[in-house]
């Protein structure tokens, strides 16, 4: 016996990428339904090898249903999952809206799995931002076995994490470098994305830093330990897909590189390919449609006592968004609602 679950926001790049994994993973599915705003209301999308019509969002009854995993932004998600909450169908969001609230829990299976049961207050979990998701899963063994006092962050993250719109916008903008005729002046992001990065994600804050950095802080201290002191630089590179991170950590105590490395071999989640050589690391065309965060180029930092660098690569799409929610909903069923 399986569970009735619900996507929304289905034909969204999330959205799809989730029916991907729900049918990948063999998600124990009864009955599933696709919701989409009106102007999208009947696409098809596909499921394994079913081909499913979205339905209306806006009038669609939540009531009877388990598990609804929510693909949308902030504002739908704040419209529509109160009432699907309320009709008893657990919400999985991926936007972030609930993330911060003290009465919702913040989830990544490999790393705190058992806070899924603070769940019950609202009916509803959060899914983290796609750039903390992939680094909570590399930080947590690490900090289990030698305390972490301090990270410095840079990402390089892809056009994906800014939609459909972010992929168009670099794909258009590289073709018009070709053909200066057909000029494609900046619209989503604030300068041009082709051949550039740029050294901004989301809002600027009143102490000079972006939202997108302040989002990997305070998700990181609720994930893992609020004692971690973090600091982020978020850059938008021109890749489709793919988030990478240069991550600088101080440990409490000494950690090996060698031990490090051990450690994080066996971690859930994590794939180390470490050599020293020429491509003997994971980039973003190699991560893309993979489950695993990648993790590569672990060594000592001699600057300080206590410190080690890595290099963390994750397919933004799955692990940063869909992947990491259809986990949930599996943890969820394991743990909480095991049906069957």
């Given amino acids: 016996m399986g569970y009735r679950v619900v996507v929304v926001g289905a034909t969204g790049n999330v ?54 995993l929510f693909a949308v932004g902030s504002d739908a998600t704040k419209k529509y999952a109160p009432g699907a909450a309320a009709a008893g169908c657990v919400v999985i969001d991926n936007s972030s809206l609930y993330r911060y609230d003290p009465d919702v829990p913040l989830i990544v299976p490999e790393v705190n799995p058992e806070a899924i049961v603070g769940y019950s207050k609202k009916n509803i979990i959060a899914n983290p931002n796609c750039s903390t998701a992939q680094m909570v899963v590399a930080l947590k063994p690490l900090h289990d076995r030698a305390r972490i006092k301090r990270v410095v962050v840079s990402t390089y993250q892809s056009v994906s994490g800014a939609g459909k719109g972010g992929m168009d916008e670099l794909w258009d903008q590289t073709k018009s470098i070709y053909n200066p005729v057909d000029s494609k002046p900046p619209r989503l992001f604030t300068k041009q994305i082709a051949f550039n990065v740029i050294p901004h994600i989301d809002v600027f804050m009143e102490d000079g830093t972006t939202k997108e950095e302040w989002k990997m802080v305070a998700e990181t201290k609720k994930i893992i330990d609020p004692k971690i002191k973090i600091t982020a630089t978020c850059v938008r590179v021109p890749v489709f897909v793919g988030h990478c991170e240069a991550i600088n950590i101080e440990f409490e105590e ?3 590189e060698d031990e490090a490395r051990d450690i994080l071999r066996e971690a859930p989640g994590i794939m180390v390919i470490d050599k020293r050589e020429d491509g003997g690391y994971v ?24 410190g080690l660098n890595l290099w963390c690569v994750s397919d933004n799409l799955r692990k940063g968004a869909a992947l990491n929610a259809v986990q949930i909903a599996e943890t969820l069923g394991n743990r909480i609602l095991k049906k069957g």
């Fill in 15 to 68: 959205g799809r990428e989730m029916l991907n994994i729900l049918a990948e993973r063999q998600f124990p599915v009864d009955e599933l339904a696709v919701l989409a705003s009106r102007r999208s209301l009947g696409s098809q999308v596909s499921f394994g090898d079913k081909t499913l019509k979205t339905k209306d969002l806006d009038t669609f009854d939540f009531t009877g249903w388990d598990i609804a």
């Fill in 254 to 256: 000494f950690l090996d």
């Fill in 283 to 306: 980039t973003p065309v190699e991560c893309v449609g993979d489950y695993a965060t990648f993790i590569s180029r672990i060594r000592q930092d001699s600057t300080i006592d206590n």
